[in-house]
Structure formats: C-alpha cells, structure tokens
C-alpha cells in the first residue's frame, strides 16, 4: 500500500470514529436527560452484567 495512500486510509477512518464518538455522545446525553430511559438502560446494562457472570461460572 502506497503512503499517500494508507494516509487517506486513516484520514476516513478517523473522520468515521469522529461521527460514532459524536452520535453516542448524543444518545447517551438523552438517555441520562430522560430519567425513564437511564432507567430502563441501567437495568438493562445490570441483567447483562448478571448474564456475563453467570456464564463466566
């Protein structure tokens, strides 16, 4: 791969990551603004964990 190349390769995968990080920072600014949504998250997120360790066993 040439090094102009691999240069632009990285330039759009950073531009990609730059949006993900900004579209999460704004679904996760929702769901702790709305107190119904930071609760259904955080149960979800507890049974996951609950799960995982479960299975670790």
């Known amino acids: 791969m040439e090094a ?3 240069s632009g390769f990285l330039t759009n995968i950073g531009t990609v990551l730059t ?3 900004g579209w999460m920072t704004t679904v996760v600014g929702a769901i702790v603004d709305t107190p119904i949504l930071l609760v259904g998250a955080s149960l ?3 049974f996951t964990g609950v799960r995982l360790f479960k ?3």
Request: aromatic fraction near 0%.
């Open 4 to 6: 102009n190349a691999l």
């Open 19 to 21: 949006s993900a990080v």
């Open 44 to 46: 979800g997120l507890a």
């Open 55 to 57: 299975a670790l066993r």
